[in-house]
């Protein structure tokens, strides 16, 4: 039983990635991997569910899930 | 034989070798004491007063130093230490405790901590105090209970347990001496020697740490305010601590990073620069060291006959909290368990419980405090930015703050799967739970006085019953007469208004305790709460004192088996 959402939830996804690359527009790595790391520490606390995120986790690393 | 009559301690200093030597070899020697600790800090200097008090009296303690060390090493006490400070009678006095604990990172205040003080409780939450000062309040104990002093500049060469006692070989500067004991407590700390000459090694290390570490008196340091830093300015290490001491005094904490040399570190020329950043000035150094730690566990604590208590058992990252408080409870465990044993009025199975309470308390607590180490020195990479990534956030996100692994203070262990736990009828409130050390709450004496509960429990176990309404049955009255009289004393404490009772000042123990009418609590030596009850039923309260005894068969005083020889006191006859 998957807790994590793989189907699309996005609207309008083709923005939203737009959006994501100007997070990044004109950082250097070093501030880049520090906005990463604020980025997921804001959104797992939003997600909340630790089964979920565990999901996401391993989602990330290329496990496949169940 | 009993180890509890009166009479004086074998004086060893009187012995004399041309007698010993005249005994045929067919006579097995007797050995000279029924305890050897081998040294004499907190754990070990505890181990030896709580044995006394239970009424093992022929304790010898032993240390390699050449005297008392001065300097204040171990400096924050719990209150769980406090409390068991005072069932020793050990006068420990004279602490500070900070009111406010600051984190702060780089130059920025990040989160702050204030103690609040629970009305109800005779002691602070937790003092600062030198450790010099704890042993030298510890040793007076000693002293007034009449024990050997320790003695001092003996160095463990040789350690040779048998199946009736252990032998112990030590270098003196008067040459070489032999002890032997039926238990040795292994109390001589990190680089503990009776680990090494038996061959024992710790497990699962975490990480190096090491720090300078300066006890100096500032003048204007504000002595209520403990304040931790995360990547100070003043420093190229990532972190510092500045933390009260009494009388003007503060400790000044300096971690390295893992590839600085702390000797280098630690000079003059090095050392005085930072703290002349941190402060603002140069302060009078009272006294300066280096602090370098590797934790770990050993995975059992009970080795036969040689048990290992403080930190020849498990090593702390530093500012844990629950290094030396370890030491101190794993004293307040062993004590009784092992003074119940040499006399023979429970099994030696007892002191598995020991191992399975106090080896999985370290455990956890190695666990939490490597979890704020890494916090306070993440691994280089990712783990950093996540870090840093908390200390960004917590100023402005409440969430983030609670991501803040350090600047909070340690809980004492429960131990909730201890195979000596009885049932738990009543399962609220989970501060009292089975495991968990028995609440302190205020409580009105007969005399119209007001005292603490944890003052009125008795040296053994205790049963503590809520009177019910119609007051005190029959039965709870013979059974606290017969339990009165039995080889391991049980006190029937009743909380209620009336003759003999006593009251619940303002209903804290209630609160604290659950304490609906009719309700049993049983209260381990220790002060540990051993089970909870709705109501009086002496059968099965005898049950459950036997399982805290590890009794097999459900009788908390059966029939003593034949006793092991143990050192009489007033002649070389064999006892017993």
């Not at chain 2, 008090?53 to 230490?81: C, E, K, P, T, Y």
């Not at chain 2, 040779?160 to 500067?173: G, I």
């Not at chain 2, 004293?331 to 598995?352: C, E, F, H, S, T």
């Not at chain 2, 049950?543 to 029939?559: E, I, K, S, T």
Request: net charge negative.
């Amino acid at each position: 039983m998957t807790a994590l959402a793989v189907e699309p939830r996005l609207a309008d996804p083709e923005s939203l990635y737009a959006e994501l690359s100007w997070l990044y527009l004109g950082l250097d790595d070093e501030q880049a991997l520090a906005l990463s790391a604020r980025l997921i520490l804001i959104l797992a606390n939003q997600i909340g569910d630790r089964a979920m995120l565990r999901e996401a986790f391993a989602l990330a690393r290329g496990e496949s899930s169940d | 034989m009993s180890g509890d009559g009166e009479g004086p301690a074998v004086d060893l200093a009187q012995s004399d070798p041309v007698a010993e030597a005249a005994i045929p070899a067919a006579v097995p020697r007797l050995p000279d004491c029924q305890v050897a600790i081998v040294g004499a800090g907190p754990a070990g200097l505890a181990t030896a007063v709580d044995l006394h008090l239970r009424g093992i009296r022929q304790v010898l303690v032993f240390d390699q130093a050449a005297g008392v060390q001065s300097g204040s090493r171990a400096f924050w006490w719990s209150r769980r230490s406090l409390e068991i400070f005072a069932r020793l009678g050990a006068e420990v006095g004279g602490g500070a405790t900070w009111r406010s604990s600051h984190v702060i990172a780089g130059e920025r205040e990040l989160y702050r901590y204030d103690v609040t003080v629970e009305a109800g409780h005779r002691l602070p939450p937790f003092v600062d105090l030198g450790q010099d000062r704890v042993e030298a309040a510890l040793r007076q104990r000693l002293s007034v209970l009449g024990a050997q002093p320790v003695a001092w500049r003996h160095r463990l060469v040789g350690i040779e347990p048998r199946e009736d006692r252990v032998l112990l070989a030590f270098s003196t500067p008067e040459g070489e001496r032999s002890i032997e004991a039926l238990h040795v407590v292994a109390a001589d700390g990190s680089h503990s020697a009776v680990r090494g000459l038996l061959g024992l090694n710790l497990v699962e290390p975490g990480a190096d740490e090491a720090a300078i570490v300066v006890d100096a008196r500032l003048a204007s340091e504000n002595p209520l305010r403990r304040r931790l830093w995360l990547r100070p300015p003043f420093h190229d290490g990532p972190a510092a601590g500045l933390h009260p001491l009494p009388e003007g005094l503060a400790r000044i904490e300096l971690q390295l990073d893992p590839e600085a040399v702390p000797a280098v570190e630690a000079q003059p020329a090095r050392l005085l620069p930072r703290l002349q950043r941190m402060l603002g000035g140069i302060p009078e150094i009272v006294w300066a060291g280096v602090h370098a730690v590797r934790p770990g566990w050993l995975r059992h604590f009970v080795h036969g006959r040689v048990i290992f208590v403080g930190d020849a058992a498990h090593i702390h990252p530093r500012l844990s909290g629950v290094g030396a408080n370890g030491g101190i409870e794993d004293a307040d465990n062993l004590a009784w368990k092992l003074a119940l044993v040499i006399q023979d009025r429970a099994p030696a199975d007892l002191l598995d419980s020991y191992d399975a309470e106090r080896a999985g308390a370290a455990g956890d607590a190695i666990l939490l405090s490597s979890r704020a180490a890494d916090f306070v020195a993440p691994a280089p990479g990712m783990a950093t930015r996540l870090r840093d990534a908390v200390l960004e956030l917590a100023t402005s996100l409440p969430f983030a703050r609670t991501l803040i692994a350090v600047g909070r203070l340690p809980h004492v262990a429960v131990f909730e799967s201890s195979t000596l736990n009885g049932p738990d009828e009543l399962g609220e409130p989970r501060l009292a739970r089975p495991g968990a050390v028995c609440p302190d709450a205020p409580v009105r004496l007969e005399d119209g006085g007001v005292g603490q509960l944890l003052d009125r429990l008795g040296e053994g176990f205790t049963v503590i019953h809520f009177l019910p309404r119609g007051g005190e049955p029959s039965p709870v009255y013979e059974a606290s007469v017969r339990w009165g009289k039995q080889a391991v004393p049980v006190r029937v404490l009743r909380i209620g208004d009336g003759a003999g009772r006593l009251g619940d000042v303002e209903g804290l123990v209630a609160a604290r305790l659950a304490g609906a009418p009719g309700a049993v609590l049983v209260i381990r030596p220790d002060q540990r709460v051993l089970a909870r009850f709705a109501r009086f039923d002496a059968a099965v309260i005898e049950a459950a004192l036997a399982r805290g005894l590890a009794h097999p068969g459900g009788n908390p005083w059966p029939p003593s088996s034949p006793a092991p020889a143990a050192p009489s006191e007033t002649s070389k006859e064999p006892a017993g």
